[in-house]
């Protein structure tokens, strides 16, 4: 299942915020943390990751710093800061209310939603 | 550093795959240097935890530039996030953790402050006359500023190359003894009258001109073999020309503006502001351009062949309907007193054109439809210049040889020759005959004519028409 560019889009901004909450990190290993999480289903592709992270970064919600890595690269690392937990606890309670919004209109529906995924039947007009 | 010491041929390919794709990458304005850095991890990461899977290298390098999206998608995403790098900007000293290196730019924050002390000594300099009596905005003074203006503001310029090169050390004198030199002959010539002595104003006009060579000499670093550097130096007193004509304009405002303002409180700062605010105003500022032209040379698009692209053609339009009025109305060219100077500068702004659409031309091209335009507007114009010159020549008799008339003739037979030969050159190049380079090396070459003959009348004319 692929999931609408939008929806990728809008959810990008407080996925990567709550993975750097959980601890620093740096571009390859929060694209690795986004797959586990939506078990695959959430692709990016990889290099759009960057424009987000200096976007969020020129919003003062994470800050970089370049440090060499085990391998010995030199690597960017990214930390969330004040601004930017404050800003996520922001986009979490959007996401809540969007989210509950759409749990109530789906269990309205829920009767005409095949609960293997099957799509709905389309009317039949005659 | 594992990743630089290949262990196998493959891992050697993939060190070069991987270099086409940051070198593909890098083109890119809105990704910077730091930003490829960052991709290029995350494009290794990706490669050994494939093989770690078991890909071969040559796939996993293939999946992982897949994933991380085609260039030109992550070019317009990137350019989404960072328009502002579209534009290119004036850095002046900060850049370094970016782009270039720490002392790099601690080189660069080096260079402005040796340029701004030499602006702020070039300033000083101009008022130092002043307490020998000799005050800028006063009409006793007038003539002397008039004749020395070069030497305010020229020599900081040379210094600042003949610093930032480095000059060798003998250049340096060479240089220092030219100007010094220079100096004190031309204020020890006997003009007469005092003011508005004809050859007065010619060497006041032309010492500029064959000095400039000297400055050349200091931004070639004393090497002045290689046309490069000449055409370098070309291109550089071509946008110095419009730096300053820019940041006049500003001063300009800033000028009047100061004396506005202090007038509404009741206080005249007129005196003030012709005497010091416009002299140091301009000896600092001409210096301050210079290095301005210097520091952003690659960042900024070079304004004069921008310019040249949008006046060559109308230029060229112009000359053809007058030739065409000209021979439709039967009308012949006048030959007024003033008529020689309008054909002079008709010639300068048609080498200017010329020069600087050659300084910008990609030597490697083959001839386009600019070329032919460039073509016709050089050959009009000197159509146009020997109609006039014909017309002059069939009544110099009656005009006698005053010194300014002898310069004009003299300047409108120099720039002449260099487009006749222009011309031959160009025409060549066009048809496939000869390489672009010729035309370059013309020009470059004629670097020493327009000094020489400059020289010439600032030196030479006032002993031989007597100071006059």
């Known amino acids: ?126 | 550093m594992n990743e630089k010491a290949p262990k196998n041929p493959s891992m050697d390919s993939l060190e070069k795959q991987i270099d086409a794709w940051r070198a593909h990458l890098t083109k890119s304005r809105a990704i910077s240097g730091s930003d490829v850095r960052e991709l290029e991890d995350h494009l290794r990461e990706q490669i050994a935890s494939l093989t770690a899977q078991g890909l071969s290298e040559d796939e996993a390098f293939l999946v992982a530039v897949k994933r991380m999206g085609a260039i030109d998608d992550l070019t317009r995403e990137f350019a989404r996030e960072h328009s502002e790098r579209l534009w290119k900007q004036l850095v002046l000293s900060r850049e370094g953790g970016d782009r270039g290196t720490e002392s790099a730019a601690t080189n660069g924050s080096r260079k402005m402050w040796v340029a701004i002390g030499l602006a702020v000594l070039a300033g000083i300099a101009i008022k130092i006359p002043a307490l020998f009596g000799m005050p800028f905005a006063e009409n006793k003074s007038e003539a002397f500023y008039q004749l020395n203006m070069g030497f305010f503001i020229l020599p900081f310029i040379a210094a600042y190359f003949a610093l930032d090169r480095p000059l060798p050390k003998s250049a340096t004198l060479w240089l220092a003894a030219v100007f010094v030199l220079s100096a004190i002959v031309v204020n020890a010539f006997p003009f007469y009258p005092t003011r508005g002595a004809h050859t007065h104003f010619l060497t006041s006009l032309h010492l500029p001109i064959a000095l400039w060579l000297g400055v050349g000499m200091a931004y070639v670093g004393g090497r002045w073999r290689g046309n490069d550097r000449r055409m370098d130096f070309v291109r550089f007193t071509g946008e110095l020309f419009i730096y300053c004509v820019l940041i006049a304009l500003g001063g300009g405002v800033l000028t009047a503006l100061t004396i506005q303002l202090f007038k509404a409180i009741g206080i005249n700062v007129e005196p003030l502001a012709q005497n010091w605010i416009v002299p140091c105003g301009i000896a600092g500022a001409a210096v301050i351009a210079m290095w301005l032209v210097e520091a952003k040379q690659s960042v900024i698009e070079n304004m004069a062949p921008v310019l040249t692209r949008i006046f060559a053609p109308l230029f060229g339009l112009m000359l053809i309907t007058f030739v065409m009025t000209m021979v439709l109305t039967g009308r012949g060219i006048g030959a007024d007193r003033e008529i020689l100077i309008a054909f002079d500068l008709l010639l300068v702004v048609v080498f200017g054109l010329l020069l600087y659409s050659i300084s910008a031309r990609d030597f490697l091209a083959p001839p386009g439809l600019f070329d032919w335009i460039q073509l016709i507007l050089v050959v009009t114009a000197l159509v146009v210049d020997v109609l006039a010159l014909w017309a002059i020549a069939t009544r110099i008799s009656e005009f006698g040889f005053t010194p300014n008339r002898v310069a004009a003739l003299g300047e409108n037979i120099v720039l002449l020759i260099n487009l006749a030969v222009s011309v031959v050159l160009y025409a060549r190049f066009v048809r496939g005959g000869v390489a672009f380079s010729r035309l370059c090396n013309w020009q470059t070459f004629y670097l020493y004519v327009f000094a020489a003959w400059a020289a010439v009348v600032a030196f030479i004319f006032p002993l031989i028409f007597g100071f006059v």
Not at chain 1, 1 to 21: E, G, H
């Open chain 1, 1 to 126: 299942m692929s999931i609408n560019k939008d929806l990728v889009a809008a959810s990008s901004t407080p996925l990567v915020l709550a993975i750097l909450a959980e601890g620093d990190s740096y571009g390859y290993a929060i694209l690795k943390r986004v797959r586990e999480l939506s078990g695959g289903e959430l692709e990016w592709t990889d290099g759009m990751l960057y424009p987000v992270l200096h976007r969020l970064e020129r919003a003062g919600h994470i800050e970089s710093q370049w440090d060499t890595a085990e391998s010995g690269r030199r690597r960017k690392y990214y930390r969330i800061t004040e601004a930017g937990r404050k800003h996520l606890t922001d986009e979490r309670r959007q996401w809540k209310s969007v989210d509950k919004t759409l749990r109530n209109i789906w269990s309205g529906l829920s009767e005409s939603t095949s609960s293997d995924g099957h799509p709905i039947p389309l009317p039949q007009w005659s």
